[in-house]
């Protein structure tokens, strides 16, 4: 049994009529999380982008859903003190009634730092920082009020797949584990350490939900698939120059690609390896069509 979550890149022209279009339809379509990205401006380098405030946006979220899972995906730890993400992550926890996934990372885009300001480490260093800080954000929970709703803390999910730093700090602090594409060999060999982490402190791994992030494109037929890839690859610069075919494979490299069944066939796969949660990257974010085809065939065959 798999589960499809929707994650919208947020720096790369989202706004607020789109993000409340998205947070009712994502919700009413019946997905089980709605995720977004924390960054200061488009990652593909178009920096007229709209980019909408991360904590913001999941503030109204709560506000705007009832249901559905919420969170980033992930806030890096460079991005605000530890002690006041923590804050802030209780409140929108509590105005969601506890639906909040809190992401965490280490932040890994040097171009939004420099050009806001933001002092970026090295990697050692940052690794240090997000360590840290997730310490302080636990405890922040114990100290101050109001508390989160669920027994004080907030569920974590932590990406990385580091075998030195990143997956034993998961096995010690994670709720999910996120894969940020999906490469079966990759997923194999890097559960296989992760779960060694978890045993080695005693924990069981199967208390770690795994998901992978992952683009799609998905039509209803072949001319379907091959009008949505030609608009991937409009908005997509890494995509640009290549034709259609092309479009399709580069995609479905690390990603989704197909009609209804054969996306089907390729979570089944997926999820047979032990993935329980697909957070498709939706780049489309006017495509009301394509989350529709979502809901009606392809998560009903593969809960």
Known sequence: MAKLGI?????????????RRLCREVEALGFTSL????????????????????WTSLALAAEWTQRIQIGPMVSPMTFRPPALLARIAAAVDILSSGRLILGVG??????EHVEFGIPFFTLKERMDLFEEGVKTVRETWAKSNPKPVRNG?????????????????????????????????EYQQKRKVLDECCRAIGRDPSGIRHSVMANYIIGRDRDDLRERAAQMRDFL??????????????VGKRGLVGTPEE?????RR?????????M????????KDALELLASDVMPAVA
């Open 35 to 54: 995720r977004r990205s924390d960054h200061f401006f488009s990652v593909m380098g178009v920096v007229d982008r709209d980019s909408l405030e991360c």
């Open 237 to 250: 610069p890494s995509l640009h120059g290549l034709d259609i075919d092309a479009t399709l494979s580069a």
């Open 106 to 111: 280490a932040g890994w885009y040097e171009r």
């Open 153 to 185: 803390a907030i569920p974590l999910l932590m990406g990385g797949r580091g075998e030195k730093r990143a997956l034993p700090l998961i096995a010690r602090e994670a709720a999910e584990w996120n894969l940020s594409h999906m490469d079966p060999d």
């Open 280 to 287: 498709l990257q939706h780049f489309l974010l006017d495509d």
């Open 263 to 267: 996306i089907v066939d390729q979570i």
């Open 7 to 19: 994650m919208i890149e947020g720096q790369e022209g989202l706004n607020w009529d789109r993000w």
């Open 270 to 278: 997926h999820a047979a390896l032990g993935v329980d949660l697909f």
